[in-house]
């Protein structure tokens, strides 16, 4: 559908936005702080989204159905549609149905919208999928390429929320910080219960599977620890950052696990990187590891994590991520012993909704403007992998397996 004004033609879309369920009782009224701390820039000196405007107030809930990630305003003032569902998995489900004649799809990496080949088919309108936040695997990149389909994310907007998250996560496995909550919670205090398993993590050996964005400032702010560190990543780090932080590079994945006491995963899921922590690389670990894995939960194998926990081979596994999600009610991460996994969470605090819901809004902002999106953000464009996509991804997709995700019921 067309729209003509005086002196332009506006093409009016349908944008489709998949998004998590409303608290369950209802927006809140109120928040524990009244305003947010200002950021300038980022670390390496790329600015915070800049869009036009925006329609929201910063701190809000905005990642869910009624947030609307503060977009219709915005885009009803232009005439364009804008459906918005948490229903996404089911056979039938109303993100499918929409998805038939929808322009532009909008989906979070907490509650993804999984764009298999096959759902793709049935997009004939299809131009662009942005993902709320960043990691793009939910998308079968290698379907979105051949279809010209473009994929871009907001790039870094959560990636230091990641990191603080990770630091959290280290230190409370190691120091055994849940079982010890649970013992209060349960009105008891024995001590030696409480310590039986926790240890300090000063002199231990941490090390980061990637050091892009997250991996980096996990690594940054874990140095204040005394701690060891290590990375494996495709690209190795400037030599200056290396040495501002002391930092071991390893050739291999293996060669790091080898030495490591707590191994952080922070590479994006693609073809490469699925399934990478198997039976086999498990083995490989120094005994008694732990592993905290906030980057993609497919990078892990279930089976292998929960058996490794059970014998003692790890000691310890956290993190936000899942495959699929939401998690079916039975999957062996809810139940295994020595666990700290959160829903996926890291990287939707109030904080970090902000600025991806920014970030939103200016990479629609260019696209109806025909303004170039910026490089960074861009994972697939005309076909083939761009941006940040040919810096961190490999061609094909990470999306089989993700029906399983409707075997989730909600309980209450
Ligand atoms: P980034 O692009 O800055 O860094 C990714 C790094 O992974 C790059 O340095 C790249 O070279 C490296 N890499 C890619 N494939 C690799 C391979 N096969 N072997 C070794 N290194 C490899 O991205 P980022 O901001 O650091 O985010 C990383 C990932 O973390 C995202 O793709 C996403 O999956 C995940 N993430 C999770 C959350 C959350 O809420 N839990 C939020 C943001 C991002």
């Known amino acids: 559908m067309t729209l003509t004004t005086y002196n332009s033609q506006i093409t009016l879309m349908k944008i489709l936005c998949v998004l998590y369920d409303d608290p369950k009782g209802g927006m809140p009224k109120s928040y524990p702080l009244s305003n947010l701390p200002k950021l300038n820039k980022y670390p390496d000196g790329m600015t915070l989204p800049t869009p036009k405007g925006i329609d929201f107030n910063p701190g809000e809930l905005l990642g869910c159905v009624s947030g609307e ?17 948490s229903d996404k998995d089911a056979k039938g489900c109303k993100a499918d149905k929409e998805l038939v004649d929808a322009d532009i799809v909008i989906s979070q990496p907490f509650w993804p919208y999984y764009l298999t080949r096959e759902k793709i088919e049935t997009a004939k309108n299809l131009k662009m999928a942005i993902t709320a936040g960043i990691g793009s695997d939910h998308v079968d990149l290698q379907a979105a390429m051949d279809k010209k389909i473009d ?34 919670k349960a009105g008891g205090w024995n001590i030696a219960d409480a310590v039986q398993r926790s240890y300090d993590v000063e002199g231990m050996h941490i090390g980061t599977v990637a050091a892009g964005r997250i991996g980096l400032d996990a690594l940054r702010k874990m140095k204040p620890f005394d701690v060891h560190l290590h990375y494996f990543d495709r690209h190795k780090l400037p030599d200056s950052v290396e040495k501002e932080l002391s930092l071991t590079f390893h050739e291999s994945v293996e060669s790091l696990v080898k030495v490591c006491d707590v191994v ?38 279930r089976e292998a994590i929960a058996k490794a926990l059970k014998s003692g081979q790890l000691s310890g596994y956290a993190g936000d991520v899942w495959f699929p999600q939401p998690a079916p009610n039975d999957h ?25 819901a920014a970030g939103v809004r200016e ?25 940040m996509g040919a810096h961190s991804y490999s061609k094909g997709s990470a999306t089989g397996g993700s029906e399983e995700a409707a075997k989730y019921k909600k309980n209450n």
């Open 332 to 356: 062996a991460w809810r139940s295994m012993p020595n666990h700290g996994m959160t829903p996926h969470t890291s990287g939707t605090s109030l904080s970090a909704q902000y600025r991806y």
């Open 264 to 301: 952080t995963i922070n590479c994006p899921l693609h073809p490469e990187t699925e399934n990478l922590f198997d039976d086999k690389l498990i083995s490989k670990m120094k005994k008694g590891a732990y592993i905290v894995n906030t980057a993609r939960g497919k990078i892990c194998n």
């Open 151 to 184: 994929v871009v994310e907001v790039t870094y907007c959560n990636s230091r929320s990641v990191a603080e998250h990770i630091v959290m996560m280290i230190l409370s496995l190691v120091r055994d910080y849940h079982n010890q909550h649970a013992i209060v």
């Open 69 to 85: 990630l503060g977009l219709r305003k915005f885009l009803e003032s232009k005439g364009h549609t804008l459906v918005v569902t």
């Open 363 to 387: 990479i629609l902002e260019c696209f109806f403007d025909k303004k170039p999106i910026r490089d960074p953000y861009l994972i697939v464009q005309n076909g083939q992998l761009a941006g």
